[in-house]
């Protein structure tokens, strides 16, 4: 083999390598870890605390690219009967409530992403539509990417994600208790997920007077 071909080869290789380390990385698809990943809002009550309430996310997945996050896209939901307010008897009090029958009429709660912005290392905006008591209308989260890593329990690949945003339930149709409830809920959103499978899901269990 004459030096010349020898030489083409090596530089057809270097070729291959650089170009396949210069490729964008895809996205990768995680699943939610249903156990530890919650909704929580929390809403004025007649002006002396804050309310506090949480909803569970259902068994799901969404696709996230680090390097280009605009590649990225999530649809998830919440079951409206998960809905827990830390008491037992108040969950079972809302539910067999009329003034609150369209919130339970609907089975669930969902968000689908329309854009991801990166703004730094670790802050973004997601915006998306979100559907609750069967209205459908776009919100704007703030988005904290909190870490990329290997879940030292599960020992699979996770990232962690948290956000945060303002509706206002009037504009869903749900105007219970106005005089008394404040109309603002503060959402709060912590999402952790793993490249595999989520172990979790079809878990039974569930808080006292709520459902999975």
């Known amino acids: 083999m004459s030096i010349f071909k020898t030489a083409r080869r090596a530089a057809l ?21 249903s156990k530890l990943s919650r909704v ?6 007649q002006g002396f605390i804050q309310l506090f309430g949480t909803l569970r996310m259902a068994p799901g997945s969404f696709s ?15 079951p409206t009967r998960s809905l827990d ?25 969902s968000f ?31 988005l904290r990417f909190n870490k990329l890593g290997v879940n030292q329990i599960s020992k699979l690949a996770s990232v962690g994600f948290s956000a945060t945003t303002t509706i206002k339930r009037s504009e869903y149709g749900l105007n219970a208790y ?4 404040g109309d603002e809920l503060a959402v709060q959103i912590q999402i952790e997920a793993a490249a595999g499978a989520d ?14």
């Open 40 to 45: 929580s809002f929390s809403l004025e009550h």
């Open 199 to 212: 172990g979790d899901a079809h878990n039974k269990n569930a808080a006292n007077g709520v459902k999975r």
């Open 112 to 142: 689908r992403s329309t854009k991801l912005e990166r703004i730094d290392a670790t802050h973004g905006t997601l915006a998306g539509e979100l559907t609750l008591a069967g209205v459908t209308k776009p919100v704007l989260l703030q």
């Open 64 to 78: 996230f690219d680090d390097e280009d996050w605009k590649n990225s896209a999530i649809a998830v939901s919440m």
């Open 178 to 181: 106005s005089d008394l409830v």
């Open 13 to 33: 290789a270097a070729a291959l390598v650089l170009s396949a380390a210069a490729a964008p990385c895809a996205p990768v698809t995680y699943t939610i870890v």
């Open 85 to 109: 307010m830390g008491d037992a008897t108040w969950n079972q009090q809302i539910r067999s409530d009329d003034a609150w029958a369209k919130l339970f009429k609907s089975p669930s709660v």
